[in-house]
């Protein structure tokens, strides 16, 4: 298996006549389900546009007849939209955008959760692999723990009926969390696991908020223009014992998301 410029490709043996030795997929079916996998996946998202048909030709050694009939059955399977002389671009399963409100972790406990409990398809593509690090200098500042403290990185994007909505670049002290590195397929339900692995419980968290445009890197991943405002988070989580076990950088779309707090009024506020 490699990538090249965005394709899956899977090196099958094939006969001259285009089927697999095992007589049961052609190259239109191979073609189907590589690009179908690369979209449920999340590595071609809502509104993406496909490489071209000779882009993928090129690369999966096959036809642009094979090509062409391959996106006609994705079109046909409601994955795709093709436009004429405009290419194939992956069809949103809802023409509007899903609101998203908080705070999401005295809710649901996270994202995932709430858009779960919606009936919304949900997906968590790691943009790279989990992994164990010392704080450093910036997390050392940010969590108030010593630069040589052990965290667990989880980088990752959450996508919801195919649709990026948030980047998350998240550390959690390994002392308590480390074991969940390399766990990366699947939704792991963090607080729970916290719960049931170390008996502490999530109590409190603090999200500071701020308005701003993405970089090219984070417009790329969200699938959004540079001059389209993404919301920028700090999310710091502590467990009943205070402990301060979590730390979240979080670039959600701002089109996506609606952020609905209800607290309290301080009496002094009214005098």
């Not at 989990?130 to 994007?157: C, F, Q, W």
């Not at 550390?171 to 729970?192: C, H, M, N, Q, T």
Request: aromatic share 8%; net charge negative; with cysteine.
């Amino acid at each position: 298996m490699w990538y090249t410029c965005g394709i899956y490709q899977r090196q099958l043996p094939r006969r001259e006549d285009g089927i697999t030795p095992l007589g049961k997929e052609t190259k239109i079916d191979e073609v189907v389900d590589d690009l179908r996998e690369h979209i449920v996946r999340g590595f071609y998202v809502a509104g993406q546009r496909l490489p071209s048909e000779r882009e993928i030709a090129e690369e999966m050694g096959v036809s642009r007849v094979t090509v062409r009939a391959a996106l006609l059955r994705l079109q046909a399977d409601n994955l795709l939209d093709i436009v004429p002389r405009g290419g194939a671009f992956v069809r949103a399963p809802n023409t509007k955008a899903i609101i998203a409100s908080g705070p999401e972790l005295k809710q649901a406990g996270s994202f995932i959760r709430m858009m779960e409990r919606q009936g919304r398809q949900t997906l968590i593509r790691f943009l790279e692999p989990s992994s164990i690090i010392p704080a450093g200098e910036n997390l050392e500042v940010k969590m108030h723990i010593d630069a040589g403290t052990t965290l667990l990185r989880h980088y990752r994007i959450h996508l919801i009926d195919r649709v990026p909505y948030r980047i998350l670049d998240s550390y959690y002290i390994a002392s308590l969390l480390g074991d969940l590195v390399g766990r990366d397929e699947g939704y792991v339900p963090l607080f729970k696991w916290l719960r049931d692995h170390t008996g502490l419980i999530a109590t409190r968290a603090e999200e500071r908020l701020n308005c701003r445009m993405p970089s090219i890197e984070e417009a790329m991943l969200l699938n959004i223009s540079r001059g389209q405002p993404v919301i920028d988070m700090d999310r710091y989580v502590w467990a009943n014992d205070d402990t301060l076990f979590e730390y979240t950088h979080i670039v959600a779309n701002g089109a996506l998301h609606e952020f609905d707090y209800v607290y309290p009024i301080d009496e002094e506020a009214s005098t």
